[in-house]
């Protein structure tokens, strides 16, 4: 699995191949930029999330592991509940988001192994149907002002 470190507010991110086996790298860093090296450092130009994909080769096989990098984004110490929430959490299908004093944001929905599901500006009340995901926990999350707001979901 990759394995990623930050220093806080930067765009410069150094990447840990915590793999078993591997003979081959290859860094994809969801920017259009690439590696080959097994621990390789890479600055984003621009600040915020990426997908990044870690494909790992050796003489039979090869795997590929994603993970969702926020780059020179700003952790936030901030409850989730006090910019948003989204309910019923746990569900047993759909959720509505309540964007508190937004009427809209951008909303990213990921799962719990990097996958980015839903990224789009969404309006508040909007209903979202995790069904089409299937049952399990997954990370939503709220960008406004240049934080990154999380709340865990469950899809029972």
């Not at 078993?20 to 390789?40: A, C, L, Q, R």
């Not at 494909?55 to 006090?82: D, I």
């Not at 959490?89 to 192994?113: C, H, I, M, Y």
Request: glycine fraction near 8%; hydrophobic fraction near 35%; aromatic fraction near 12%.
């Amino acid at each position: 699995m990759p394995y990623y470190i930050i220093n806080k507010n930067s765009t410069t991110v150094k990447f840990q191949n915590k793999s078993f086996w591997g003979t081959k790298y290859h860094w994809d860093f969801g920017d259009g930029m690439v590696s080959v090296e097994k621990n390789p450092e890479h600055t984003y130009a621009v600040a915020g999330n990426y997908p990044v994909a870690l494909t790992v080769q050796n003489w039979c096989s090869a795997k590929t592991y994603t993970q969702n990098v926020a780059a020179g984004v700003s952790a936030v110490n901030e409850p989730a509940s006090t910019v948003f929430s989204a309910f019923p959490n746990p569900t047993s299908g759909a959720f509505t988001l309540d964007l508190k004093n937004e009427g809209a944001a951008q909303v990213r929905l990921t799962s719990l192994d990097g996958r980015m599901l839903l990224d789009r500006q969404l309006a508040d009340g909007t209903q979202i149907d995790l069904n089409q995901y299937g049952k399990g926990v997954y990370l939503l999350q709220l960008i406004a002002n240049g934080r990154i707001y999380t709340e865990k979901m469950v899809n029972q």
